[in-house]
């Protein structure tokens, strides 16, 4: 752990249907030092929290019902009524497998997380988010955080492949 954050003022929503994986998630944001916890268990009672508002971080399961922390995430970036569509999400799952993290990804997850996590990878992420928040992106297609991490030098004229003094089709 690097960066030392004081999670202190933060205010996290966690959303697992699972009681033992909510209250251990609930005891290790304590033990990091965040005092405002607010607790879902299913896609519904979480949304009722979101549209509240006052939520700084949500920390969610992939699989909800009787939607998807995927679909949460698709009302918080795109659907007009959204309160605070820069508000950083977590998704949390044990479906770890390259498809799920793509999917998490290209719906403006801010971080993933596969359980079995561990305190120190789940600190790493709220770091990333609080201490090196990404830029966000409003492309036609997509909204959300940056999804390249890494600056990598380029040195020629066309990065994407796409000649920026090409004439449209």
Do not use: C, W
């Not at 939520?55 to 939607?67: A, C, F, K, N, W």
């Not at 719906?107 to 966000?136: C, M, Q, W």
């Amino acid at each position: 752990m690097a960066e030392k954050i004081d999670f202190s003022k933060v205010r996290f929503l966690i959303v697992d249907p699972n009681g033992l994986a909510l209250q251990m998630l609930n005891d290790i944001l304590a033990m990091l030092g965040a005092n405002y916890v607010r607790r879902a268990t299913d896609y519904d009672k979480a949304m009722a929290v979101i549209k509240e508002g006052g939520i700084d971080i949500v920390i969610t399961e992939r699989d909800l019902t009787p939607l998807s922390g995927i679909d949460m995430l698709d009302y918080i970036r795109k659907d007009p009524a959204s309160r605070d569509r820069l508000l950083p999400v977590i998704v949390l799952t044990a479906r770890s497998e390259e498809p799920f993290v793509i999917e998490a990804r290209d719906h403006g997850a801010n971080e993933f997380v596969a359980k079995p996590y561990t305190v120190d990878s789940l600190y790493k992420r709220l770091a990333a988010i609080i201490a090196f928040p990404r830029p966000y992106v409003n492309a036609p297609t997509y909204f959300g955080p940056e999804r390249r991490r890494r600056q990598q030098p380029f040195n020629g004229p066309d990065r994407r492949g796409v000649d920026p003094n090409a004439t449209p089709r």
